[in-house]
C-alpha cells in the first residue's frame, strides 16, 4: 500500500513523458506510485515497463481518450490519495510533500491545487492562484490539473472524469469536487505546464459549448434552489464564455485571413458573432479609429486648401 498515486494518461508522448516521470520519482516524498496509462499508443513505451524504478507502473489499454484512461488509471491504483500528471508538464521536487500537509490541514478539503507557470520555449508565466470556490468556478476561474491532488474515494465518489466531454472535462471534475467539500491551494508555484502547438485546442467551438452546456445546467440547479448569488455567478460565467471563446473566433479568422483562406475567414466571424457581438466590436476598434483618423486628417488637408 502506497500513500500517492499518480495518474499519467499518455498518448503517443514523444519525447515529453521522460520529463513527467523523472519530476514524479524526484518528489522529496517517495512514498508513491505512478500509474502510467497508455492510451492506445503507436509509439513504443516499453521502455516505461522495463524501467529500473519499481514505482513505476505501466498499463495499456485500446484508444478510449484521455477521460477513461484517467478514470482507469485511478480504478488501478493503490494509493489513498490521487495525484494527475500530464505527459507534457512537470513538478517540482516538494510539490507533493507541500500539498499533503495542506490537504490534511483541512478536514472537509476536496482537493487541494497550486500555483503553476504556463511555459513555452524558454519563456515561463506565473499563473497566480486564487482562493477557488465554487461560484469562482463558475465565473472565471481556473485550475490545473497537473497541479491538484485529492482523496482517491472523493474522486470515485463524484463519479471520476466524464468520457463524454472531450474538452471541459477537468472543469466539470472541479465543479463536482467543490460540491463536495472546500478546494485547498497551496500559492507557490509547484507545476510547469508546459504550451506546444501539439496540446493547444484549435477547437473553440467545442469548447465552447460543452462550457455553456455545463454552466447552464449548474444554473438551473440553482435556480430550482432559490440560490440567486449562484444563478448570478452563472451568468457570469456564461457572459466570459462568451467573450473568451468569441475572442478566439476572431483570432482564427485573422490566422485564417492571412493565409488567404476565405471560407474559413467568414466561418470564423459567423462563429464569433454567434458567441458574443462585444468582441466583434472590440476588434474593430483599432481598424476604425485609424480610419477616422485618416479621414479626419484628408478633412483637414481639404480646408486649408
Same mark, same amino acid.
Given at each position: 500500500m502506497v500513500l500517492v498515486s499518480v495518474v499519467v494518461p499518455v498518448y503517443n508522448p514523444g519525447g515529453f513523458l521522460n520529463r513527467a516521470i523523472d519530476s514524479v520519482l524526484a518528489q522529496t516524498m517517495d512514498d508513491l506510485e505512478c500509474v502510467v496509462v497508455d492510451d492506445g499508443s503507436s509509439d513504443d513505451l516499453?521502455?516505461?515497463?522495463?524501467h529500473a524504478d519499481r514505482r513505476l507502473r505501466y498499463l495499456r489499454q485500446e484508444n478510449h481518450g484521455v477521460s477513461i484512461a484517467r478514470n482507469v488509471g485511478v480504478l488501478n491504483a493503490r494509493g489513498r490519495i490521487i495525484a494527475f500528471l500530464d505527459q507534457d508538464d512537470e513538478w517540482l521536487p516538494a510539490k507533493l510533500d507541500r500539498q499533503l500537509q495542506r490537504l490534511e490541514s483541512v478536514r472537509n478539503a476536496s482537493f487541494c491545487y497550486t500555483g503553476f507557470d504556463w511555459v513555452r520555449?524558454?519563456?515561463?508565466?506565473?499563473?497566480?492562484?486564487q482562493q477557488v470556490t465554487y461560484r469562482g468556478l463558475l465565473t472565471d476561474q481556473h485550475v490545473c490539473l497537473s497541479s491538484v491532488i485529492m482523496k482517491r474515494s472523493a474522486y470515485l465518489s463524484v463519479g471520476g472524469h466524464d468520457p463524454l466531454l472531450?474538452?471541459?472535462?477537468?472543469? /466539470?471534475?472541479? !465543479? *463536482?469536487?467543490? +460540491?463536495?467539500?472546500?478546494?485547498v491551494g497551496v500559492e507557490d508555484s509547484l507545476v510547469r505546464y508546459h504550451l506546444h502547438d501539439a496540446n493547444v485546442s484549435a477547437d473553440y467551438r467545442a469548447a465552447a459549448k460543452e462550457r455553456f452546456r455545463l454552466i447552464q445546467a449548474h444554473r438551473d440547479a440553482a435556480e430550482r434552489d432559490a440560490?440567486?448569488?449562484?444563478?448570478?455567478?452563472? /451568468?457570469?460565467? !456564461? *457572459?466570459?464564455? +462568451?467573450e473568451l471563446y468569441g475572442s478566439q473566433a476572431l483570432d482564427a479568422a485573422r490566422a485564417a485571413h492571412h493565409q488567404s483562406d476565405l471560407r474559413e475567414t467568414v466561418a470564423h466571424l459567423y462563429a464569433a458573432c454567434r458567441l458574443t457581438r462585444g468582441a466583434i466590436i472590440a476588434s474593430l476598434r483599432p481598424a476604425i479609429g485609424s480610419r477616422l483618423k485618416r479621414f479626419g486628417r484628408q478633412d483637414h488637408f481639404r480646408a486649408e486648401r
Open positions: 516499453a521502455w516505461v515497463a522495463e520555449g524558454e519563456h515561463a508565466e506565473h499563473a497566480d492562484p472531450r474538452i471541459m472535462q477537468d472543469y /466539470d471534475l472541479f !465543479l *463536482r469536487l467543490c +460540491r463536495l467539500g472546500e478546494p440560490d440567486q448569488s449562484t444563478v448570478a455567478a452563472c /451568468d457570469a460565467g !456564461l *457572459r466570459r464564455t +462568451r
